[in-house]
């Protein structure tokens, strides 16, 4: 089933008025409502008269993740707050997380996308779903309930977490559908063993994963694993959160709602428009939000696009799974961790910045694991065992409530943290995805 | 009365100890008295050298980190209740010992502990009120 059969099958002709007349009236909205706005287009010398159609987005200013923590936290809403109903905050790349903010249009704007989402995915409605995925700050678990909410589903909001808990609700609820992250899905298979269950005799069918990278080996080992189908799905809280963009059962690719979301990717160095299959960075201008429309973000991610229609029927256009970072962001379970964050952290603690080194890994069937290595400097080193066990604790105790995840601090000699060309290597992703 | 004595910092992985002690060797570095403290990570080795500038240099150049500390060396006579009396005149203080290590002479009745203290001078003053025998500097590291 195709829930907004309208836009998601919409001929490219039409669907280029659709976003054209969409992008005149947002370039106007934010030039209007959105005082930051208004300088980078005055900047840049372009005034909203200039923007005829889709084809001229390319005469707009990029916007990037400093301008909102610049702005933070309320600087780049384009709705006074009292118009706003929900706030998300996620991590940012140092100090300020990034704030966004929803609109009561901006709600139902996010509900839809994700309805189309789960049901691109192969959900009926009268489906059950298992929302694996946090509540609160995070997107995640809000946004697959909004979805869930408008396709008529019956919702199980379990959040993350609670493993043994997850399993008994599925066997006792037989929800046909599960939202979490891929990982977490693979470390269910293993606990479901442990109890005396067979995870391919789950009830659930389709699987709707997303919030971390993962790769196509990962996805055969989840459908053989639970015998379900494992779908992907794509989304950043600056956009909307989840539902930006979602596979369907012909895992060709991942549907980007561009009467809404309009995608474009580009060279991250020289921000040149990138043809059709070529790799490069997301850029997404939200074309109906107001809250906090964006023109052109840059996600970072770096993706390739194709517009040849699908065999499901859709006509959006469909990014690839992301293929990496044009920043030095990871993603660990879920939430993002930018290496500055980990600077800024030891900074504050010795008012010295030693050398340090994140490492994640992921062990089969287990969650992501971040060791953060500190090599142990004269200004940090002391004759005393407690001393030093107290400065790993503090490290150790900062980072997690600035990342809201565990890390293992370990405590190293001098230039153990391999150098190339005298500048450390900060991020060893060991994970196989 | 205070003693120069050296840490440093150690991962606990094979070999670190014996490239410690080849570094000193080569240096012409001689080994006093010392002691290794450790967790599941990491160590801290304590020495006390018969040339302190020389072995931080040598070390500091092979890339270790290491941090100088004053202890202090106390003779305590090498019988039944030697160090239990020293301990209580601390206490009566409020005096902490945050380690302490010991070594036996080579020959002659006393045995050499190292203490590091949380108020190295404070500790000094009282041990020397109740009449405890300390080395000076110069006698540890000649030993």
Redesign the interface.
């Known amino acids: 089933m195709i829930w907004n059969e309208k836009m998601e099958c919409m001929d490219a002709g039409e669907m280029k008025e659709v976003q054209s007349e969409r992008l005149r009236k947002i370039v106007s909205y934010v030039y209007k409502n959105c005082p930051p706005y208004k300088t980078k287009f005055d900047t840049l010398g372009v005034r909203p008269g200039d923007i005829k159609g889709i084809e001229d987005i390319q005469k707009l200013p990029f916007t990037i993740k400093d301008d909102m923590r610049d702005s933070y936290p309320f600087g780049l809403f384009s709705t006074p707050i009292h118009k706003i109903k929900e706030i998300h905050v996620s991590s940012g790349t140092t100090g300020n997380p990034t704030v966004v903010g929803y609109t009561k249009e901006d709600i139902k704007l996010w509900s839809e996308a994700m309805a189309r989402a789960i049901c691109c995915a192969g959900a009926e409605p009268g489906d059950k779903i298992q929302i694996g995925y946090g509540y609160g700050l995070f997107t995640g678990g809000l946004g697959f309930h909004y979805g869930s909410l408008e396709m008529g589903l019956t919702i199980i909001p379990a959040s993350s977490g609670q493993t043994k808990r997850q399993l008994k609700l599925m066997t006792d609820f037989k929800p046909r559908i599960l939202a979490c992250t891929p990982s977490y899905a693979l470390y269910m298979a293993d606990e479901a063993r442990e109890m005396g269950l067979d995870p391919r005799d789950s009830s659930w069918e389709i699987g709707i994963f997303g919030a971390e990278p993962w790769s196509e080996s990962m996805r055969k080992e989840i459908e053989a694993t639970w015998n379900m189908l494992a779908t992907d799905v794509y989304g950043l809280s600056e956009i909307i959160g989840p539902g930006v963009a979602q596979e369907c059962r012909h895992k060709a690719g991942l549907h980007i709602w561009w009467d809404v979301f309009y995608p474009e990717v580009i060279h991250p160095e020289t921000g040149r428009a990138l043809g059709e299959g070529e790799v490069g960075e997301l850029v997404i201008t939200t074309l109906t939000k107001k809250g906090i429309p964006l023109i052109r973000y840059r996600t970072r991610d770096n993706v390739s696009i194709i517009y040849e229609k699908c065999r499901c029927g859709r006509t959006t256009p469909r990014i690839s799974k992301i293929k990496g970072r044009t920043d030095d962001m990871i993603v660990v379970r879920g939430i993002n961790v930018f290496p500055s964050q980990i600077e800024h952290v030891l900074l504050s603690i010795e008012g010295t910045q030693p050398h340090y080194q994140l490492i994640v890994d992921r062990k089969a069937g287990e969650l992501d694991e971040l060791e953060i290595l500190v090599e ?3 200004k940090i ?6 001393k ?2 107290m400065l790993e604790d503090k490290i150790k105790r900062e980072i997690s409530s600035i990342l809201g995840i565990g890390a293992r601090v ?7 943290i391999e150098r190339s060309e005298g500048k450390a290597k900060r991020v060893i992703d060991k994970r196989k995805i | 009365m205070k003693v120069e ?1 050296i ?1 440093i ?3 606990n992985k094979s070999g ?1 100890l014996a490239e410690v002690t080849e570094v000193l060797a080569k240096a012409g570095i001689n080994i006093r008295a010392l002691s290794l ?3 599941a ?2 160590g ?1 080795l ?1 020495l006390i050298v018969n040339d302190t500038e020389k072995a931080k240099a040598v070390l500091k150049e092979n ?5 100088k ?1 004053e202890v202090v060396a106390i003779a305590v006579p090498d019988r039944p209740g030697g160090l239990a009396g020293m301990l209580n005149a601390l206490k009566g203080e409020g005096i902490n010992v ?2 302490m290590y010991a070594f036996v002479q080579k020959s002659g009745e006393n045995a050499i502990i190292i203490f ?1 203290f949380d108020d190295i001078e404070r500790a000094i003053t009282v041990l020397q009120k109740a009449g405890v025998r300390m080395l000076k500097g110069e006698e540890v590291h000649a030993l």
């Open positions: 142990v400097e004269e080193f002391s004759d005393e065992v407690k030093m066990q370990k405590l190293v000699e001098p230039k153990t | 004595q840490s910092f150690l991962e670190r403290a450790d967790t990570d990491f801290i304590r890339a270790f980190t290491v941090g500390t945050e380690y590091r």
